[in-house]
Nanobody
Framework: VQLQASGGGLEQAGGSLRLSCEAS????????MGWFRQAPGKEREFVAA????????YYEESAKGRFTISRDNAKNTVYLQMNSLKPEDAAVYYC??????????????????WGQGTLVTVSS
């Protein structure tokens, strides 16, 4: 599986961005998809995840109520809609995929496949 993330950019605090991550390969609906982010000098952290068919979603606490993860399996794409952006949301955002998740969806080391990252900058 190859992942291509896009949609990052510069946005003002309070604004919105939608990130996309398109996957190549088959059986996209078999993969748990996650979004993680990494700010300069910080560790990569979990943002959101979605089950293969989209029935279950999971969010990091600060993302709840502001971010929405969704997927379109017909397009092999997962999205992260980010509203009410804050300066602390600024980071490189990565999408990740895992077919056989054996541990926590929030742990980066559970995912085998990663996109290249897309930069989100939020001005105050």
């Amino acid at each position: 599986v190859q992942l291509q993330a896009s949609g990052g950019g510069l946005e003002q605090a309070g604004g919105s961005l939608r990130l996309s991550c398109e996957a190549s390969g088959r059986s996209f609906s078999s993969y748990v998809m996650g979004w993680f982010r990494q700010a300069p000098g910080k560790e990569r952290e979990f943002v959101a995840a979605i089950s293969g068919r989209g029935a279950n979603t999971y969010y990091e606490e600060s993302a709840k109520g502001r971010f929405t993860i969704s997927r379109d399996n017909a397009k092999n794409t997962v999205y992260l809609q980010m509203n009410s952006l804050k300066p602390e949301d600024a980071a490189v955002y990565y999408c990740a995929a895992e077919r056989f998740l054996s541990g926590s969806y929030a742990q980066a080391n559970q995912y085998d496949y990663w996109g290249q990252g897309t930069l989100v900058t939020v001005s105050s």
